[in-house]
Nanobody
């Protein structure tokens, strides 16, 4: 069982920045991939960014060039640096971990609200 705890959400003006953190209860080097999803009101949850055990990253088009996912294996923590935030980025952001046999684990979510 993997426990994930997110932090760093909040209210920010458009154009501002936030950094989300996701602390895992186990050594994240043993996890195949970790990612950030988000769910806006009335919309489906979508994958925003993912980072593999090998350090490869991938992003949805709408955040490319603005968001950066990274990991600190020594701290068992994954980050999502969000710059140039837009109103459309408003959502609950969830941390996700997937192990080698496909089990997925979720954090409780953290709210990000971008005001105009």
């Amino acid at each position: 069982q993997v426990q994930l705890v997110e932090s760093g959400g909040g209210l920010v003006q458009a154009g501002g920045s936030l950094r989300l953190s996701c602390a895992a209860s186990i050594n994240i080097f043993s996890i195949n991939a970790m990612g950030w999803y988000r769910q806006a009101p009335g919309k489906q949850r979508e994958l925003v960014a993912v980072i593999t055990r090998g350090g490869n990253t991938n992003y949805i088009n709408s955040v490319k060039g603005r968001f950066t996912i990274s990991r600190d294996n020594a701290k068992n923590t994954v980050y999502l640096q969000m710059n140039s935030l837009e109103r459309e980025d408003t959502a609950v952001y969830y941390c996700n971990a997937q192990n080698s046999i496909g089990n997925m684990y979720w954090g409780q979510g953290t709210q990000v609200t971008v005001s105009s």
